[in-house]
């Protein structure tokens, strides 16, 4: 009893420090905010992110949930004598715009690549990454997006030109330099992975403190792009979750383009629906000052960023497919389940409806749930007819029955 006391003991002591000198986790679920890349690409500046963070504040989206305001790519200007990175003229004082950001109860990210350049060409962190991280957390960053781009042809394929493993390898090491650079400064930084899901990243990023981690190449504002996108993410479910070493771990399909480019209602609302049904980090990334009402509308839908935000953070499976129609399914907290039903397709005759088929989704007999676009009560039954407009969605939120 006594040895067992005492080994009771030693276990807590072993235990004990490393707790409290790790840092508290980060995106227990997926990370929510907006991020200046989609929309204003390399043309964002200090007063754009300021904007955006009033706006955020003002039209309801930090009350639903998004809280980053990050910052991407072309921020960056020259090192110093010292190697300390200076911001560009752009962006005149990076730590009173963290400040900024702060104040209006928001929190902010930043963007740098392992290589020496950007994928835009701006300073990298290749050398620098203690001295890059103490710097962001000096400023009081709040979120990291590591983005590969350089460091493919200037270290990967220059010290390992024929072989890929250890080019591989080269690369799992420079996340996992800056990851420890990161920890080591004591602030809780989120890491997002940005190297377009290779080397099957889901399995390796949740170990080394990677958050998130991008599973794809970089989406764009049209159905093709959001379609593909959304069928390269079946098989990787398991990966996502909250509770790993550095806090939640989520699969990446990209920041939202809701809003953008000429997508339509039903595309916009079904992208959304998507990615939420994917636990994906919901990152806007539109024209915040000029978003019309119903892109508002979307963004800021409660019930589908509950679906996204559900404590127990299970991704989706696409349950079945039957011609143009897609059927996903995910578990939720309690026992409730949503399912999505997606005409992919450009249109759809009437005279053909799609059939529901409760079976292969789990349900039995006819159920009660919500339809969370017109957040009116629905009967979902086995084989019952379902109409949608192309490229629409049915996202219904079934709980369980007391
Ligand atoms: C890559 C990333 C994008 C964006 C740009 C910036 O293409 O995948 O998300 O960050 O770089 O240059």
Redesign the pocket.
């Known amino acids: 009893m006594r040895r067992l006391a005492l080994s009771v003991l030693a276990l807590i002591c072993f235990i004990l420090p490393v707790r409290t000198s790790a840092q508290s986790p980060v995106a227990q679920t997926p990370p929510m905010g907006w ?1 200046s ?2 929309y204003f ?2 043309k964002v500046t200090d007063k754009d992110i300021r904007d955006s963070a009033d706006q955020i504040v003002s039209n309801g989206m930090k009350d639903a949930g998004y809280i980053y305001v990050n910052i ?3 921020w960056q200007g020259k090192r110093d004598a010292n190697g300390v990175l200076q911001a560009n003229e752009k962006f005149p004082d990076m730590k009173a715009l963290a400040d900024y950001v702060h104040s209006k109860g928001l929190k902010i990210g930043i ?1 740098s690549s392992p290589g020496p350049k ?3 060409g ?1 300073e990298g962190s290749l050398g620098h990454e203690e001295q890059d991280a103490k710097m962001y957390a000096e400023w009081g960053i709040d979120y990291l ?1 590591y ?1 590969l ?1 350089s460091f493919i042809p200037a270290v990967m394929q220059k010290q390992a030109p024929d072989d890929k493993a250890a080019q591989m390898h080269l690369m799992i090491a420079a996340y996992d330099k800056m990851s420890k650079a990161l920890k080591a400064t004591g602030r809780p930084i989120v890491l997002s992975l ?1 190297q ?1 899901g290779w080397d099957a990243v889901w399995e390796w990023a949740p170990a080394l403190g990677g958050n998130l981690w ?1 599973t794809t ?3 764009q504002a049209n159905w093709n792009s959001i379609y593909t996108i959304l069928s390269q993410q079946e098989g990787l479910q398991k990966y996502a979750g909250p509770n790993g070493p550095n806090g939640g771990h989520w699969n990446d399909p ?2 939202l383009e809701v809003g953008n480019g000429k997508l339509s209602r039903a595309e916009n609302r079904s992208h959304f629906s998507l990615w939420a049904m994917l636990s994906a980090p919901l990152l806007a990334g539109n024209d915040l000052p000029h978003m019309k009402p119903e892109i508002n509308a979307i963004l800021t839908n409660r019930d589908v960023i509950a679906l996204d935000q559900d404590p127990l953070g299970k991704q989706a499976d696409r349950v079945y497919s039957e011609g143009e129609v897609d059927v996903w399914k995910k578990q939720l907290s309690g026992g409730a389940v949503a399912i999505a039903i997606l005409n992919a397709g450009s249109d759809r005759q009437s005279t053909h409806p799609f059939h529901l088929d409760t079976k292969k989704l789990g349900l039995r007999g006819t159920v009660k749930g919500k339809d969370l676009w017109t957040g009116k009560e629905i009967e979902i039954k086995d084989n019952m007819p379902i109409e949608l407009n192309g490229r629409d969605i049915l996202l219904v939120r079934i709980d369980k029955s007391k």
């Open positions: 991020n890349w989609n690409s390399g991407d790519d072309t963007y950007t994928c835009a701006y997006k983005d781009c940005c377009y991008r190449g970089d989406i990209d920041m």
